[in-house]
């Protein structure tokens, strides 16, 4: 069993919204960084955003700033990525994983080394 969990994916027309969802069969997501990332046929995994349980510091890529939103949900121990004007160029699986440190203000991808723990992932394709 993989240690995290996502949910959320689906079919969505261009300029739609989905929320992602991701879980851990950890104890806690607690006083980790969560990140989401991405991958699309043919293409490299990428990052998409990342928080901070400690701090709620919040990270973006360029590509998805401003339009998606990641967020927590203490009391349910979830992290959240809100999705809003889906283009297609989004589709792909996206894949929840986590970090035990913390970071600086901006993100650096060099951190990406440091997420050990995966979910399966979950698929999101945007039709035109």
């Known amino acids: 069993q993989l240690p995290l969990k996502e949910s959320g994916g689906g079919l969505v027309q261009a300029g739609g919204s989905l929320k992602l969802s991701c879980g851990s069969t950890?104890?806690?997501?607690?006083?980790?960084?969560v990140a989401w990332f991405r991958q699309a046929p043919g293409e490299e995994r990428r990052f998409v955003a990342a928080i901070s349980w400690d701090n709620g510091r919040t990270y973006y890529s360029d590509s998805v700033k401003g339009r998606f939103i990641i967020f927590r949900d203490d009391s349910k121990d979830m992290v959240y990525l809100q999705m809003s004007s889906l283009k297609p160029e989004d589709a792909a699986l996206y894949r929840c994983?986590?970090?035990?440190?913390?970071?600086?203000?901006?993100?650096?991808?060099?951190?990406?080394?440091?997420?050990?723990?995966w979910g399966q992932g979950t698929q999101v394709t945007v039709s035109t």
């Open positions: 950890k104890p806690t997501l607690r006083s980790y960084t």
């Open positions: 994983a986590d970090s035990p440190n913390e970071y600086g203000r901006t993100w650096d991808s060099r951190w990406e080394v440091d997420f050990r723990s």
